[in-house]
């Protein structure tokens, strides 16, 4: 061994890295372990389920079981068809743990009717929806509480169905596909269900940084289109927070980065923000999100027109003042609580494209 190397390893490793802070190994409570345990898990949850599965099929042993299950895989329409929900899995201990990192809060504006259907709008993206997760996928929050009689659907991309064990999980969460059946069946199924849409999608995710809150919302209009031609009002809702659980690198407009990730967006459909925030045993280096307050705002619903009789979509015009109604409430929203869950932002909410 070189005298460098042993010099390097004779020092604590704050010093070999010093611009990291390291987090103590004593004086912590064992709840926020408990906390980061979970978290870490949920983060790696996909890759683990890739490694079992794959582990699974070099033992010959469980190839009857793995031939079953991939029989089922592909013929299996739940998350086209209103997802496979699991009340139980919605309510286990790990999700307050998981709330409790950040920890995430859920506040309401105002009553909504049971007897109704809902498009839930859900804003901003962030890096990976920590919010939209904890508040409609879980009852961590107490959605159900707080909102007796309506049961809502998380959606997300139909690709993520295709991962294996995976797919499962999230499909006892209560998440479905984002596709126009599973929209549809979701609003079609009775009174009370409802369906969560993360509006600013993968364009969005290019403009999560700490402090701002610029929103990819005005060419947005099938959710419109959707609530309007099932009558389901539109609820805006506003996550403070999320957007500083992660830092991104810098890819400004005309950088080659986002030339490669707008370009992966559109072959893709999703497109893969370069972020990094904490590690379990540091405070700056790592894919742990940080611990900053999470708080997201279920606004006041927006009546839609009715169709007329024979009218199969809205006019360009209802789509437009619609969703002008949509935004005034958003932005209401934003201004309402800015001062409290945003004292620490670099500028107010804008909507960039």
């Known amino acids: 061994m070189k005298e ?8 604590p490793v704050s010093q070999v890295i010093p611009n990291v802070r390291w987090a103590p190994l004593r004086g912590i409570p064992f709840e926020r372990r408990v906390q980061t345990a979970v978290v ?5 949850l996909l890759g683990n389920c890739l490694a079992i599965f794959g582990l699974a099929l070099l033992n010959p042993f469980l190839w009857p079981v793995d031939l079953a299950y991939i029989i089922y895989l592909l013929r299996d329409q739940s998350p086209e068809n209103g997802g496979r929900r699991s009340e139980w899995f919605r309510r286990l ?7 409790g990192y950040f920890p995430v809060k859920l506040v309401k ?58 797919r499962d999980i999230i499909l006892a969460c209560g998440i ?21 849409i993360v509006i600013g999608g993968a ?53 080659t980065l986002l030339k490669i990730q707008k370009k992966m967006q559109k072959a893709l459909g999703f497109t893969l923000p370069l972020f990094h ?13 940080y611990r900053h ?20 979509d809205p006019t360009e015009e209802q789509l437009k003042e619609t969703q002008r109604l949509y935004i005034e409430e958003l932005e209401s929203i934003y201004n309402k609580y800015k001062d409290i869950y945003a004292k620490d932002r670099k500028h107010d909410l804008r909507i960039v494209s």
Request: glycine share 8%; hydrophobic share 40%; proline share 8%.
């Open 203 to 255: 364009a969005e995710s290019l403009n999560a940084r700490p402090g701002e809150a610029d929103l990819v919302l005005k060419r947005r209009l099938g959710f419109v289109k959707m609530a309007i031609r099932h009558n389901a009002d539109l609820v805006p809702t506003f996550s403070f927070g999320e957007n500083d659980l992660y830092e991104q690198v810098d890819n400004h407009p005309g950088s």
């Open 277 to 289: 925030a904490r590690g379990i045993f540091n405070y700056d280096v790592g894919l742990l999100p």
């Open 4 to 11: 460098s190397e042993r010099s390097i390893l004779s020092k």
């Open 109 to 166: 504006e105002c009553d909504l009717d049971p007897s109704k259907n809902y498009v839930f709008g859900y804003h901003p993206h962030g890096i990976i929806s920590m919010g939209a997760f904890t508040n409609f996928a879980t009852e961590a929050t107490s959605f159900s509480e707080l909102f007796p009689g309506i049961k809502p659907s998380l959606l997300t991309l139909t690709t993520n169905f295709k991962f294996p064990i995976y």
């Open 40 to 44: 870490f898990a949920w983060i790696f």
């Open 293 to 312: 307050d999470v708080v997201t705002v279920v606004g006041k619903p927006i009546p839609v027109p009715k169709l007329e009789p024979g009218q199969t």
């Open 93 to 99: 201990p790990c999700w307050s743990y998981f709330a």
């Open 176 to 196: 479905a596909s984002v596709s126009r059946h599973s929209c549809e069946y979701i609003l079609s199924s009775g009174p009370g269900r409802s369906i969560v």
